[in-house]
Structures are given as C-alpha cells and as structure tokens.
C-alpha cells in the first residue's frame, strides 16, 4: 500500500504513536485518507495500545495484545511509516525537521505533537531506589508482574485514579498491598466522602490496605527498597513502591524548540501551537489554560485536529467536563459535573446501606449540575445525558434519582430509545447512541461482538456492554437473542466463570460469602455446587482459604477409595513409579497386619491395597508414613501419577532421563487440587511407552529435547493430546507444565477434565496464554507454586495426627 502512495502528498509527521496521537491519525484518514504522507516516531517499542487498559493487564483480566488498538498490519495498509522505540529529542523549525535519539532527521510539512505527560515522582530520599516506578507504560506494568512475582509487600503511593487501579492489580497478582493517601479521602476530584468511604471500604474487604492523611518521608532500602517511613514514624514494609501521584504535560521536547508553553504546550481552538505548521494535542497540549488527561475530551480534540489537518478550519475545540470511572473490575462507580454541590445547590441522595449503592445528584435551579453514583452506575450515561442538556427537570425531579425505569419515561428500554442520537454510549472510545444504531443497520450486525469489531464500542473496558446490547434489542427487536449462559446448579443462575470472577474480585472468602453475595436460592447449597465453590476459594486464596471437607466427596473426606462393598482402597504415592524394597516390605507388612485382602498393580504403576475397612484407614497411613509414604491422591480431584517408561537410563532407544524427569514433574506437582483429576506420563522417546500422548500433560523425549503435549484423555472418551510446543530443558518443561497446570485451575469449570476444557476455550486460546505470552506464563507459573506452598501436606499425616478423627470412627445407633 504504501509504495502506492505518491511522494507529492505533504508530510504529515506524529511524535507519540500513543492514543491520542493515533485517534487524530485515523480521524485525518477518515476524512481525507490520500492528503498525507504519514510517519509516526515512538519512544516505546510498541505499536498503539490502550493505555487506560493496562489496569488490566496488571490485574491479570487482558493480555497486551488484547488492548493493542492497531496491529503492524493496520500501519502497513494506510501507508503509515512507524518509527517505534526511537524517542525524538530535536524539533528544528526552521528546516521542519525532527531528529530522533538514534540521529535519524524526518521532515514533515505538518507536525503533530502528541507527547503525553510523564508521572511525578515525589522527591523523597530512596526514590532512585531498585523496585520504585511509576504506572504509565507497559514497562511500567512488566516491572510491576515482575516484582509481584518475587516478593511479597507493595506501596502505592496515590489514592486516586490510576493509584487504585494499580493496588487492585497488584492484589489480584497476590501481593499485600498498601495505599497511601495525601488527603484524607480516596479520589477527592471525583468522590464526595460518603461515596469515597464505600470505596474505601470495597477495596479494604479486597486486602488493600488504605491509610489516609499519610505523608510520605522516605523511602528505606540499601540495595532495593525495603520500606516506606511516614511523616508520623510508621514504616510499611515494601518491595514494590509504585509512585501514582499525578502526571505532568510533557511539553519539554516542544518547549526546546521555541514553541509557547505553560504548564503544556499553548494551542488555539484548532489545536494550533504558536508555530502555524505545528499542532498538539492530549496530555501535552494546554487549552486556556487547562490541561487534559481524560480520553472523551481528548477524542473531542482529535477530531477537531483532524479538520484543522485536512482544510475544515472552522471547527473548534469546546472542552467538555466528561464523567470519570474508576476501572476496577466490580466497582461501579461515576462522577461528573459539580459533584460536591455549593451554594444555591441541592442534593437528592439514595443510600441503600445492604446493597452497597450511594446516588447523590446535584440540582440547581431546576437542573443537574453534578452526580456521584456509586456500587450501581449503569445510569450514568442518561445522567450525564441530563447534565449536558442543561434542560430544566421538571417533573422529572421526584423520580429521577430511581433512573430512567421509574420515570415518566416508562421501562429501561424506553429510556436509552429515548437518548438522543448523540449521546455517548461508550466513554473509552467516543461512540455514540447513533454510530452503533447505524453500523447496525448499514452491516447487519447481531451480536455484540461484531458491535465491538465494527464501531470499537464496549470493545475496551466493557462497563458500556448491556447499553450495547440494549440498543441491539431495539434495533432488531424480536430478532435479537442476547447470549445466556447456564447456571452452576439449581441454586443460582450465575455460571461458573461469574462466580469465579465474583471470589476474586469482591474478595469473598468463605462458601457462606459466596452465597450471600451472589444471592444464592438455597440456604446451604447442594452437592453441585459445595464442593466446586470449595475448590474455587481453594485456588483463589491459596494461603487463606480454610479447606471446607464437609464440601467434598466421601473420597476426599476419606482420602481413599470407596468401593463397592464398603471398604476402601490405599494407594501409597511411588514418584515416577518408582519403588523400594523398603517400600514394598511396608507395604506387605501392611497387607498382613491388616488383613487386606488384594493387591493391584494400577494403570498408574502404583500399587492399589484394596478392601481396607474404614475404620482401620488411620492405622494403615500411619505404618505407611512410617516407612516413608504419603498418599497417592488415588481418589481425589488432584494430581493423580506420573507415569514414566525407564528412558535412556536403561533403554536401548531413550534419548533422555524420562524417570528422572517424571520424578521432577511429581515432586512438584503432587498435592494439588484440580476441577477433576490430572495424570502426567513422560516418555523417554517416541515409542512413547508411558503413553504419553493420552494424558492430561504428556512429555516426550526427543534428541533435541522435550516435546509437550496437552488435553490428552484416556478415559470412556478417548482423545489424543494436542501439541503445544517443543523446548530444550528440564527447566522449561516445568514450567510449562506449572503454567498449563494453573491456567486449567484458574479457568476450567470444576468437573471438568482438561480435555473437554482445552476443546471449549479452544488450542490456539491456550497457546496464546502459554506460549506467545512469556510474562504471562511465568506469572502463572508462579501463582502455581505460591499455591503448592500450602497444598504439598500429606493429608494421611494429617488424620494420622488426629484431624477430622471423628470421619474414621463406627457411629453408634441406639436400639
């Protein structure tokens, strides 16, 4: 495309491939898409990205390639020159050419500036410290991943907006994290202190430690930091200092080069700096005095940049005051206008304590002027409709506060027909009610997914979805089926993924929470639900959560087999199949003691004591422990074996030690808890003797390596593993294994075996998350053996010692 764009069009050149320079480059092409010829300079190594996202991708909910907003492929098929990871130091106005950090001179005819702001750092002695940084790019969030997976104490420093988001992702990556405020409530721009309270009060109930009226003095630490010492003499342990304290306009490269600046670079309505051939815009640019950091008045200023850049010179920058929402998955919450009242003003305020939900709208002379919603926002939009109309609330008044279900206007439904067709629907990406009316209509579309695709709306943060979907029920009316998804059980209609997404982020930690939060219909639950609820807090809370045993299984509740006659069956765990004569004398001199009355070699490589009585468990564990041996797990949704074949070790055909690497896979992974239960196998060649390619994660050894599979199933179903890639080390394989292994916890729903699941999400799904996202894989990796921490305890020790004794006694009944 681009050797088909002639060398006479004018030289249109953006410094900052960042959002706001981006939207105005799409805008240009909306508009007169031959006029330029474009390059783009970026300081990151990226392409375009959203960077109001990356709360997300902190916490773990998106990837980066989920919030990048133009591929490679889209610069390519614009004839777009991008020039990323070389900053640009030199702007020369005279010659109108830029000159970048690695000495490259591009010249432009037009030049846009769009550099952003830069985060503040307080300047407290330790600042420069190893493990302080701020929360602005995608480095910033990898240095933040990084750190969450080797240590333990986080401190943000900054209670607003990005300072919260960053607390809740470092949460949700397992770290104790602690807030500190300057002033003496969260986000003071944009909460009054009732509503700031409830936030205050979500985000302590997340783990997240909020310590208000807090002065920063220092931060502590030789080689990295240690701690952060207040004012008052406290001292918080920290590993991690995040610094969200604010952003400055990065007008430094403009104001070198001459151009006006003040605290940004100084633009006229048209985004014009002080040099006629050169514009700015987003946080850098300064506006009468006012700059920006939010996106609706920034896309506001791309299009206006835009006509300006194409020959409407008419049109101009009018800033509006857009609403604020704060991106922590499961806080609702908005603030816009002239929330905290004044004179003249009124306030209609709605507490509903139980729910969690505060309105208070802001009415002068007869119209709203300011709202702050909080635990239940999805109005917002027709409030913020209301605030920018200015018209006067009539009879509107005595409802309003209740939405637009109870006013004069009718239903919900009615209400969004009754927005205008300007009216913004989706804040992140400036769409509007008549944009996704239209590409409705004009492209067929039905789903909500194809909205997103088309017109970008609900495509970022998603708290604009049911509006979305509303208005796809409008426009199509009865043809229109919105997607529903099955229950977990009888007891509730939310499916598992909510109820999963629900632990985590309302920070629910027991079954009875779970239960309340999520308006179960049963006062205690069925076995359904009991026992995957008890596994989901499991996961969740690794180091918290107190296993719940009445949820399981009699299996589990017994750690043994229960067969058909009523006795149970023990088997001993042997690592990687492999036994002692120690261990088989124990294990003879068991069957002895105890009568039992058959022994089995599994399909495992273990050995199987079967017809143990109930009550005889405790003593058949404890003379097994004695001689070494924990359980094998033979009954429970967990790890089950390693099956191994004797590799090179005694193989004319093994290429590598598949014992001893079967050996490392169940050393580390033994113990664990799974929707259902997991079998490993390592083959020491392509024979495959260990049946690798039939097992829920299969190893086998070539010449060059290890080849891994996944999803394998040997069972009434059978199904052959998938592929997922070869790699060189020992080291490698476990931790592919760890990362496949805790993906399945953290995503598969309970009683699922990883085939079925792999089938459902899909192998190239599994393979993005494994295999092209490398942070996100040693994350994982991680969170699996944090989890192994509290999970590799032999449970038969355990009842050995006297836990739960009362499940192995004979009950009595009187006659």
């Known amino acids: 495309m681009r050797d088909q764009i002639s060398p006479d069009r004018s030289r249109l050149l953006v410094i900052g491939n960042g959002m706001a320079g981006m939207r105005t480059v799409e805008e240009v092409l909306k508009r007169d898409p031959a006029r330029y010829r474009i390059t783009v300079i970026g300081a990151e190594p990226h392409v375009n990205y959203n960077r109001i996202l990356l709360s997300p991708v902190l916490s773990g909910e998106k990837t980066f390639e989920e919030i990048v907003i133009n591929s490679r492929d889209w610069y390519t098929a614009n004839g777009i020159e991008l020039i990323a990871g070389d900053a640009a130091i030199a702007i020369d106005t005279a010659e109108k050419t830029v000159r970048t950090a690695s000495g490259r001179t591009v010249a432009y005819d037009k030049l846009l500036l769009a550099t952003g702001s830069n985060p503040f750092i307080l300047p407290v002695p330790g600042k420069d410290l190893p493990g302080v940084c701020a929360f602005r790019d995608l480095s910033d969030v990898e240095t933040m991943l990084s750190a969450a997976q080797r240590y333990s104490h986080a401190v943000v420093i900054g209670g607003g907006l990005l300072g919260l988001e960053a607390a809740n992702g470092l949460a949700a990556q397992g770290m104790k994290v602690s807030v500190i405020h300057l002033m003496d409530t969260l986000m003071e721009r944009q909460l009054d202190t009732a509503a700031a309270t409830l936030l205050a009060e979500d985000l302590t109930r997340r783990g997240i430690t909020i310590i208000t009226g807090a002065v920063t003095e220092a931060l502590i630490g030789a080689d990295r930091v240690q701690a952060v010492r207040l004012k008052d003499g406290r001292q918080l342990p920290a590993d991690l200092v995040v610094m969200a304290a604010g952003i400055r306009p990065n007008a430094a490269l403009a104001q070198a080069s001459g151009l006006a600046c003040n605290r940004g670079v100084v633009v006229d309505d048209g985004l014009r700096t002080s040099d006629p051939s050169i514009y700015a815009i987003g946080e850098c640019a300064e506006h009468n005095g006012q700059c920006v950091g939010l996106v609706a008045p920034i896309w506001d200023m791309a299009k206006v940049c835009a006509d300006h850049l194409t020959g409407k010179t008419g049109s101009a920058y009018r800033p509006i005051q857009p609403p604020t929402r704060l991106k922590v998955t499961g806080i609702?919450?908005?603030?816009?206008?002239?929330?905290?009242?004044?004179?003249?003003?009124?306030?209609?305020?709605?507490?509903?304590?139980?729910?969690?939900?505060?309105?208070?709208?802001?009415?002068?002379?007869?119209?709203?002027?300011?709202?702050?919603?909080?635990?239940?926002?999805?109005?917002?939009?027709?409030?913020?409709?209301?605030?920018?109309?200015?018209?006067?609330?009539?009879?509107?008044?005595?409802?309003?506060?209740?939405?637009?279900?109870?006013?004069?206007?009718?239903?919900?439904?009615?209400?969004?027909?009754?927005?205008?067709?300007?009216?913004?629907?989706?804040?992140?990406?400036?769409?509007?009610?008549?944009?996704?009316?239209?590409?409705?209509?004009?492209?067929?579309?039905?789903?909500?997914?194809?909205?997103?695709?088309?017109?970008?709306?609900?495509?970022?943060?998603?708290?604009?979805s049911s509006k979305v979907e509303g208005l796809l029920a409008l426009a199509l009316g009865g043809d229109y089926q919105a997607k529903t998804v099955e229950g977990m059980c009888g007891c509730t209609d939310h499916p598992h993924e909510t109820v999963r997404l629900a632990i985590k982020e309302r920070n629910l930690k027991s079954i009875p929470e779970v239960m309340r939060a999520l308006d179960w219909r049963t006062p205690g639950g069925c076995a359904s639900c009991r026992p995957a609820l008890n596994f989901y807090l499991l996961c969740a809370w690794p180091g918290e959560y107190q296993d719940d045993s009445r949820s399981r299984f009699i299996n589990e509740r017994a750690h043994a087999n229960i067969q058909k006659d009523g006795t149970f069956s023990v088997i001993p765990r042997m690592w990687g199949g492999v036994t002692t004569a120690q261990e088989l004398r124990a294990i003879a001199d068991v069957v002895d003691k105890y009568d039992i009355p058959s022994v089995k070699v599994t399909g495992g490589q273990r050995l199987d004591l079967l017809g143990v009585k109930k009550e005889d468990l405790p003593a058949v564990w404890a003379d097994l422990n004695a001689a070494g041996m924990v359980s094998g797990h033979g009954y429970g949704k967990a790890l089950r074996t390693v099956k191994t074949c004797v590799g090179s070790e005694w193989c004319r055909f093994g290429t590598q030690d598949s014992t001893g690497m079967g050996i490392k896979l169940e050393k580390m992974t033994w113990g664990s808890w799974h929707p259902h239960k997991v079998k490993l196998a390592v083959s020491g060649c392509p024979r495959n003797c260990a049946e690798a390619t039939i097992k829920d994660f299969g190893v086998i050894a070539v010449d060059s390596g290890w080849e891994l599979l996944i999803g394998g199933n040997g069972g009434i179903e059978l199904r052959g593993c998938d592929f997922l890639v070869k790699v060189s080390t020992e080291a490698e394989v476990l931790e592919y294994c760890a990362a496949f292994l805790q993906l399945y916890r953290e995503e598969a729903r309970y009683l699922e075996r990883t085939a079925p699941w792999v089938e459902r999400v899909g192998l190239p799904y599994v393979k993005s998350r494994i295999l092209d996202d490398e942070a996100g894989r040693r994350a994982l990796a991680a969170r699996f053996a944090y989890a192994q921490k509290f999970a590799q305890i032999d449970p038969w020790a355990e009842r050995v010692a006297g836990v739960e004794a009362d499940e192995f006694k004979p009950m009595l009944v009187e006659v």
Request: aromatic share 6%; hydrophobic share 35%; with cysteine.
């Open 332 to 464: 609702d919450m908005l603030s816009v206008g002239q929330f905290n009242g004044g004179e003249g003003c009124e306030d209609i305020v709605l507490r509903d304590g139980a729910r969690g939900v505060y309105k208070r709208l802001v009415v002068k002379d007869d119209k709203l002027v300011g709202a702050v919603l909080y635990g239940d926002a999805k109005d917002g939009g027709w409030y913020v409709d209301l605030l920018e109309k200015a018209a006067p609330l009539g009879d509107l008044r005595d409802t309003f506060v209740f939405g637009p279900g109870l006013t004069a206007s009718g239903s919900a439904d009615q209400g969004l027909a009754d927005l205008p067709d300007e009216t913004e629907i989706c804040g992140c990406n400036g769409v509007c009610k008549g944009t996704i009316l239209t590409a409705i209509a004009d492209k067929g579309l039905t789903t909500l997914e194809e909205v997103k695709t088309h017109t970008k709306a609900a495509a970022s943060c998603g708290s604009c």
